[in-house]
């Protein structure tokens, strides 16, 4: 198995396991078993990430006892603690019928990131293409689990900070598994964060971008050329990586302490080589345009105009 993330959606059935007692509870902060397909067990791994899904509340008045049937949409976003085992689930607390728990189901553990039980993601009160962009997310599937899209797992965090500030700077940097410089949300979450912390934590955003998966789709993009290299007329490729690509780097073009012009966008990428990439860190370089046409530099005290790319992501 690689160390790339999958996101999974994890189907709740009231019925069986009473989610919001669960995450009303203590037990909120621990590590929990979880059911998920068989047909999952050999793609579903540890560092995965995921959201708890619930569909339409069908439980008795005598099971709710008093409380409120939830409403379908996402209340929980999680991450997999272990690879699957076969075994039973010997915490019976949120359980309706024990043998649900005592019989031997592939299970997961998972532990709740982030816990969304007093403001949840409402899906008809949630305007989101994206949502609806994921087969299953919104219209539900009568399994356990079900793999979900990328983007649809950074549109829910877009979505949740654009209402409360649920991931911020620190989750971000703590975690190098989430790919938020993968996807159009994901772009969308970090330029929220951007705007409110200071130049050095800017700096760490903007790498995030520039090691991100937008950043090696935009590197194919553009052949791995060195744009400064191509503009001054020299050789813009550099050495073969074993699998035959030739080596690049993102750079991310408007600087840091441009605060007023500063926005993290695939439309402020540039393809070059290290040493390129270097010297616009920390050479005698200036910006003397950026526009959507061209980014001009002036580097040595010589100008040098890259036109830009027709990339965008969706």
């Not at 993330?5 to 621990?30: M, R």
């Not at 031997?104 to 994206?130: A, D, G, Q």
């Amino acid at each position: 198995m690689d160390n790339k993330s999958n996101y999974w959606t994890f189907f709740t059935n009231l019925v069986y396991w009473y989610i919001d007692d669960f995450l009303n509870s203590e037990q909120v902060n621990d590590e929990v078993y979880y059911s998920i397909r068989q047909s999952d067990r050999e793609s579903i791994k540890a560092g995965d990430k995921g959201l708890l899904r619930v569909g339409i509340d069908k439980r008795t008045k005598k099971i709710l006892y008093g409380k409120m049937k939830l409403k379908p949409g996402i209340y929980a976003i999680v991450e997999i603690i272990s690879n699957p085992e076969y075994i039973k689930d010997e915490d019976l607390e949120f359980y309706n019928d024990s043998n649900d728990a005592n019989n031997e189901k592939w299970r997961v553990k998972i532990k709740v990131v982030k816990n969304l039980i007093s403001s949840p993601i409402i899906f008809k009160e949630t305007e989101s293409e994206l949502l609806n962009k994921d087969k299953y997310l919104v219209k539900g599937f009568q399994a356990s689990t079900m793999p979900l899209l990328k983007d649809t797992f950074y549109e829910v965090i877009n979505l949740i900070n654009s209402e409360k500030n649920v991931f911020g700077y620190e989750d971000i940097m703590l975690d190098e598994t989430y790919e938020f410089g993968g996807c159009k949300s994901g772009l969308d979450t970090l330029n929220k964060i951007y705007e409110n912390v200071d130049i050095k934590k800017k700096k760490k955003l903007i790498e995030v971008v520039e090691r991100g998966s937008i950043a090696n789709t935009f590197k194919k993009y553009v052949g791995h050329k060195c744009q400064i290299c191509d503009a001054l007329g020299n050789d813009p490729y550099t050495f073969k990586k074993k699998n035959g690509e030739h080596y690049s780097e993102v750079h991310h073009i408007i600087p840091v302490n441009n605060i007023e012009e500063t926005k993290l966008s695939v439309d402020n990428l540039i393809c070059l080589c290290p040493n390129h990439h270097r010297q616009l860190h920390y050479g005698d370089v200036e910006v003397i345009d950026n526009n959507d046409l061209y980014i001009e530099y002036k580097i040595d005290g010589k100008a040098v105009k890259i036109q830009k790319v027709n990339f965008s992501i969706e």
